[in-house]
């Protein structure tokens, strides 16, 4: 079946560091992938996706290029904010399983000033 | 109107009680979904609905009943809950797309109803 793998963390970074979140997938087909965010409290949002390789997907300076070669979709960011702390979630979704999304573990990342 | 609302925000039940949680959308989306989020994990799909029409159940309990009266509505009843089931209860929703489109299923969640059971 689908599955996602996230690199583990948590993640602890001084403000303006560079960030990166590895994402790694296996999928049947071509499926569209995700990077949602949690912060403390509150409901997962959308932050990016792309639905086909070579994607990027951008959004608030975070930005991830589907990788069909690599089957990955890293996370980077060029310099963090402290309001950038939470819990990113890279997903997949199939044509194949139409209604079901598969999520990574999550990685927690903390911004010091 | 681009948010999923849910109510309530917390709500602590004993293992003996009847409530229900409640998820509203107005983006005209055709699928809406029940996750379970405990601590520090990723969300667990409970319920997907597709057309008003339950099309996943993952193999949940039946003390918890998912209703979809229309199509911007969708409840979650729940009966004789145990400890265990304490968690966040995530509503989100979606779009569908044509049959073989990948560009769907990018789901907009709601902020969750943080569950007690004592």
């Known amino acids: 079946g689908d599955s996602v793998t996230q690199m583990e963390g948590p993640v602890t970074l001084s403000e303006e560091a560079f960030l990166t979140i590895n994402c790694t997938y296996t999928?049947?087909?071509?499926?569209?992938l995700f990077w949602y965010v949690q912060y403390p409290g509150e409901g997962l949002q959308l932050l990016l996706k792309?639905?086909?390789?070579?994607d990027k997907g951008s959004n608030k300076g975070f930005e991830a290029t589907y990788r069909k070669e690599t089957t990955s979709f890293h996370l980077e960011k060029g310099s963090v904010q402290v309001s950038d702390s939470a819990v990113y979630f890279c997903a997949l979704s199939g044509a194949l399983n139409a209604g079901k999304s598969t999520f990574g573990d999550g990685t927690t990342l903390t911004v010091k000033p | 109107d681009t948010e999923v609302t849910q109510t309530p925000k917390h709500l602590v039940m004993g293992m003996t009680n009847k409530k229900s949680l409640k998820c509203e959308q107005h983006m005209g989306h055709r699928a809406m979904y029940w996750y379970k989020q405990k601590a520090k994990k990723p969300p667990e799909l409970m319920f997907v609905y597709s057309y008003e029409k339950l099309s996943i159940n993952e193999s949940v309990p039946s003390r918890f009943s998912p209703e979809c009266p229309n199509s911007s509505l969708l409840n979650l009843h729940l009966h004789a809950l145990q400890p265990e089931d304490s968690a966040l209860y995530l509503c989100?929703?979606?779009?569908?797309?044509?049959?073989?489109?990948?560009?769907?299923?990018?789901?907009?969640f709601g902020p969750g109803t943080r569950l007690t059971v004592l």
């Open positions: 989100a929703s979606s779009q569908l797309g044509l049959a073989g489109a990948n560009s769907y299923n990018e789901q907009f």
């Open positions: 792309a639905t086909k390789a070579d």
């Open positions: 999928a049947t087909g071509y499926p569209s």
